[in-house]
């Protein structure tokens, strides 16, 4: 059996090899093969696998991936196995509607995430600044930012570029009355929107808020590299199941809050959801669906499975359960974690909806094109807008 996939971290890794191998010892005529890798490798290998058939008996997927496979048919529709033994009816709204396409599920969450911006409270403290409140404006933390490099100095920045961040890209978008995708899947944005969002980073970065692009290309996907970690920035926008992963780099404690909710002198409302951003699905030629299945029941719904493949991981569980016990039990960390997921409950905006696959790659190229004057903000914008508008069209 071939499990192929995708981690945030060593720390999810190692959980999710030491719940296979719990499985196999309890089956010994079950081998699982697991070939796990970054996200960025393993959507390029699925891509070339799932093209000439020969795709993973179970694989990850997120919500944009989800859309694209379901609608390839290469995903199986889960919908045989639910309740039994796939009972999600206390699995937290948002984290199965990114397992949804077209009425039917297609995976099963493994975890609830967020699109959050990590901060160190420490370099805040060292020069004055206050960290914004909880619900603030898209202009104060562009002010923050620019308070926090001037007063640390040369070599300094408030928060590393996120305008390649296509998650905090749609919380942008709605506040300001738009979206990625709407509920149809199709596009919810036109290139003047995007426009927005790519010129509000190219302002931060000039006025020092935000580094260069020549510095922050140099971090790459190396969470090592990341200026928060160096102690070169204070902020970091990211989904929370990297928030311990990169928190054990660093030697003073990460804390989350939220993206800014709207724009001075408009309304401010709670823009920010969770979603599963990890799930499993079963490739439609599986030879084996029902052992699959099995597989996904112990990971998920068995008390030793469960605690094997969540405790220490980083994840939290989409269960109302799991989130419970992490939230009572779990590290300070982890505490951490559901506290701000129970947050974005109080008052959740709708799910992140379905797109295409290949997202934060758009992003980023787009994003550094402006950043390092090859394109204009409305130039990028109109491009982009153009290439995942034709994707999506794609896949009709």
């Known amino acids: 059996m071939r499990f192929s996939g995708f981690v945030e971290s060593e720390e999810q890794l190692a959980t999710t090899l030491k719940v296979l191998k719990a499985y196999m010892a309890k089956n010994p005529d079950v081998e699982i093969v697991p070939e796990f890798s970054s996200y960025r490798a393993f959507t390029d290998k699925l891509a070339t696998e799932a093209a000439g058939g020969n795709a993973p008996d179970m694989f990850s997927v997120n919500v944009d991936l989800l859309a694209e496979y379901a609608a390839r048919g290469v995903l199986t529709p889960l919908t045989e196995w639910i309740p039994d033994p796939l009972d999600v009816s206390e699995y937290q709204a948002g984290s199965v509607f990114s397992c949804t396409y077209a009425g039917e599920m297609y995976a099963m969450p493994n975890d609830a995430i967020a699109t959050a911006i990590f901060f160190n409270p420490a370099k805040f403290e060292e020069v004055g600044v206050a960290v914004p409140e909880k619900f603030y404006t898209w202009e104060t933390l562009l002010e923050t930012s620019v308070a926090l490099g001037k007063e640390h100095g040369r070599g300094f920045w408030g928060i590393e570029d996120g305008g ?207 950043a390092f004057g090859d394109m204009t903000a409305l130039e990028a914008g109109n491009s982009l807008t153009a290439e995942i508008d034709g994707k999506l069209k794609a896949l009709k």
């Open 164 to 370: 390649g961040n296509n998650l905090a890209c749609d919380i942008f978008l709605r506040a300001g009355g738009a979206a990625l995708f709407t509920p149809e899947h199709t596009i919810g944005f036109n290139g003047e929107e995007m426009a927005k969002w790519f010129q509000y980073w190219e302002d931060m970065r000039k006025a020092g808020g935000a580094p260069p692009a020549d510095v922050q290309a140099q971090a790459g996907d190396n969470s090592a590299s990341l200026g928060i970690v160096r102690g070169r920035s204070a902020m970091l926008v990211q989904t929370t199941d990297s928030f311990i992963g990169i928190g054990a780099l660093m030697e003073s404690p990460l804390d989350l809050m939220m993206l800014p909710n709207g724009f001075a002198g408009g309304e401010m409302k709670q823009h920010l959801y969770d979603y599963a951003g990890n799930s499993t699905g079963i490739w439609k030629n599986a030879v084996n669906k029902e052992l699959c299945i099995d597989i996904i029941r112990f990971m998920h719904f068995d008390p030793e499975g469960v605690d094997l493949y969540y405790t220490g991981s980083g994840m939290i569980p989409a269960s109302t359960a799991g989130l419970e016990k992490f939230g009572s039990s779990g590290s300070p960390e982890e505490k951490k974690l559901v506290d701000y997921l129970k947050m974005l409950r109080e008052d959740p905006a709708p799910s992140r909806r379905p797109g295409v696959g290949g997202l934060g790659g758009i992003f980023r190229r787009h994003n550094e094109a402006v």
